[in-house]
């Protein structure tokens, strides 16, 4: 059972804590029969937090549902296809061992990962544990919605297109998309952008032109919002 907090008083061999989350007392009765002790770590702040390592044990889950590999064999592997990458021989997820730079990094990687191999994983806030941009990219790369993880979604624009603003002859450059599923596509339109916005905080993003040019944005009219 792991736990995790910040110390908020010291007095002497005395340390008060206060948790990330509420101590489940049954559990720790359990496991220590009563007794119970305590191991502590003083973390570097820059370390992995315990929702990156959660994160990255949930993708290696699904990897693992999916394809019926053991999930310390998607682990090894993530680590040795990311150590590789980024010229690491060892990578660990034990804390003082991972920056949470890394860790954000690990997370675009493994994600990147699946959905170039078409495996799918619960959709989650990843976006939190990383560059929300580059998580984001690649969900627009791979037509993957921004909400609800479904495949094959539609580039959506941010600013209105139409009324006077004809997608083959405007700059997409100079416009912010996301990707949306059909239904979420469909409630955009519903009930408006901005309300859109605030309902389920996304950000949406801006692409560079040789990035337009390969999503085919302004002319595959059937992958993208033909409502604006």
């Not at 493994?110 to 989650?124: D, H, K, N, V």
């Not at 390969?214 to 409502?227: A, T, V, Y």
Request: glycine share 8%; proline share 3%; hydrophobic share 40%.
């Amino acid at each position: 059972m792991e736990v995790s907090g910040q110390i908020i008083k010291v007095s002497g061999r005395e340390v008060t804590l206060s948790l990330d989350h509420d101590f489940d007392i049954a559990q720790a009765s359990r496991i220590s029969d009563g007794e119970m002790k305590v191991l502590g770590e003083i973390l570097d702040k820059r370390s992995i937090t315990p929702h990156q390592r959660n994160l990255v044990y949930a993708l290696i889950g699904d990897a693992s549902e999916y394809t019926g590999h053991e999930p310390l064999w998607w682990e090894n592997l993530f680590k040795m296809m990311f150590g590789n990458e980024i010229g690491e021989e060892r990578i660990s997820l034990a804390a003082n061992k991972m920056t949470q730079v890394t860790a954000g990094k690990f997370i675009e990687f493994i994600i990147g990962f699946l959905l170039a191999e078409a495996i799918p994983f619960r959709f989650q806030e990843y976006h939190l544990a990383g560059d929300v941009s580059r998580i984001l990219f690649l969900y627009l790369k791979h037509r993957v919605c921004f909400i609800c993880g479904k495949p094959h979604s539609d580039y959506a624009h941010f600013e209105t297109v139409g009324m006077g603003r004809n997608r083959k002859d405007i700059d997409h450059s100079q416009n912010r998309f996301m990707c949306l599923c059909r239904d979420h596509h469909t409630e955009q339109h519903k009930i408006g952008i901005q309300t859109f916005m605030k309902k389920y905080h996304l950000a949406p993003i801006k692409l560079k032109p040789e990035q337009i040019a390969e999503f085919g944005i302004g002319k595959n009219l059937h992958k993208e919002d033909k409502n604006g």
